[in-house]
Structure formats: C-alpha cells, structure tokens
C-alpha cells in the first residue's frame, strides 16, 4: 500500500514536467540567456498545439478514464482526454533538444518525455490512443515551426 502511495506521488510530480508551468520556465529561461530564435520556435509551436488541440478537443470530445465534473464549455474542453497536451509538449521539447543540444542532455529530456507520457497513463488520464494523438500533434507543431515558418 505505501508502494502504491508513493509511486502515485512520483507519476503525479513527473507529470507536472509535461504542464504548461514547466514549458513556460524553459521559455522564460531562453529569453533570459537569449536565444531569441529558440524562444520564437518552442512558443509559436505551443500556440500550435494549443490551437489543434483545443479545436480537436471541442469537435471531438472524450471522457477521461477518471471522468471529471465540468460546468462550462471551458471545463468540458479542459476535462477531455483527446489529445493529451503534456504528451504534445514533450514531444515537441524532446524533438527541439535533439536537434538543439548534445546527445547526453537529449537523452535525458527523452527518457524523461517516456516517463511523462507513462504517467498521464498511470494517473488515468489519458488513454494510449489519446498519447499517440498528442505525440502526432507535437511532432507536427515541430516540424511547421522548425522548418517552415522560422528559418
């Protein structure tokens, strides 16, 4: 049972490094050693996945495995499971630390993206499909910011 307790404390904690609170301290830490370009980069490519997944969220409405309560329109599109947004931002980060960083540190921010992704799952959530989808949106987001839209 204190197994049990603990290792939902760990999931719930990692969890927090795929949230939004987490993605906006690596924004504000690169506009503080300015690197203008990859500040530019990671924020349109959050405006991305924002965009794709609240419209997929609205037209395409899932229960999480845990069911959450919701009033509003708001809360209806922040209780829904599909596409998970942590498993869109740690997808994107991943992918810009593999090509912005050495091998060693992308490593670290992959293993630690395997373990965020696991833990929406753990936490009830998400679903696998639900991942998958968030994964598909943050490589997209990632490759229309990387090589499109900002040379």
Partial sequence: MIIQK???QFFRDISTLG???FYSF???FLLLIKNFTLFKKLFI???LIYLSSITLRYFFF???PVKEKYTSLIEKID???FPSLHAARASVLSLFAYYNLQFNLFLF???LSLII???RIYLKKHYFKDILAGILIGILSFYLTNNLLIS
């Fill in 6 to 8: 603990y290792t939902y």
């Fill in 19 to 21: 949230g939004v609170f």
């Fill in 26 to 28: 690596i924004l504000i």
């Fill in 45 to 47: 490519a959050l405006i």
């Fill in 62 to 64: 899932k229960e999480r």
């Fill in 79 to 81: 209780s829904s499971s």
């Fill in 109 to 111: 921010v992959l293993i």
């Fill in 117 to 119: 992704l696991y833990s």
